[in-house]
């Protein structure tokens, strides 16, 4: 017979079904959102010159029950020519995380991080063939490190907290 306690995560397993190893698990991902404009067709296919592309990313997340999560991997693709647009994609896609007995100082790198670097790969796919069916050729996004974005941002955060306790002294 196991005796159960209220002890603090060790790692181990806890018998009759008391389970405190921390788990994370993908249980879904899909598309929330996509759009795909071509408004010069068809004098877009007739231009001779390159249009510069404009690629914007935005990642959020959110609860949305105990122990699960939603992640959404946001990229807005703008490319313009000519003074014109050329297309522009708009693509939410989102990945649906269970995650138990994960401390939360740990969960947030997880789910701005590692979340969204599971699900680019989808997410790039869906926008290469969203341009390619646009009648341009695939539009191919380069690997993100979004640990080092998390990073990035959370530095950038931090100093904007050490700054105005410095300027409230």
Not at 51 to 80: C, G, H, M, W
Not at 108 to 132: G, K, M, N, S, T
């Amino acid at each position: 017979m196991a005796i159960e306690t209220d002890a603090p995560n060790t790692g181990e397993a806890l018998g009759n079904g008391a389970d405190t190893l921390p788990q994370i698990g993908l249980i879904s991902q899909y598309v929330k959102d996509l759009s795909f404009e071509n408004p010069n067709a068809p004098s877009v296919y007739q231009w001779q010159s390159q249009p510069q592309i404009d690629i914007q990313f935005n990642i959020a997340s959110n609860k949305v029950a105990d122990d699960v999560y939603e992640v959404t991997l946001k990229v807005e693709v703008r490319a313009e020519g000519d003074g014109q647009v050329a297309f522009q994609v708009e693509l939410a896609y989102a990945g649906l995380f269970g995650a138990r007995n994960i401390p939360e100082e740990q969960l947030q790198p997880f789910l701005l991080a590692q979340a969204p670097a599971l699900i680019f790969p989808f997410a790039r796919r869906i926008v290469a063939d969203a341009v390619r069916d646009g009648g341009f050729p695939p539009l191919l996004l380069d690997p993100i490190d979004f640990g080092a974005l998390y990073m990035q941002q959370a530095q950038a955060q931090a100093a904007q907290i050490d700054a105005g306790v410095a300027g409230q002294a």
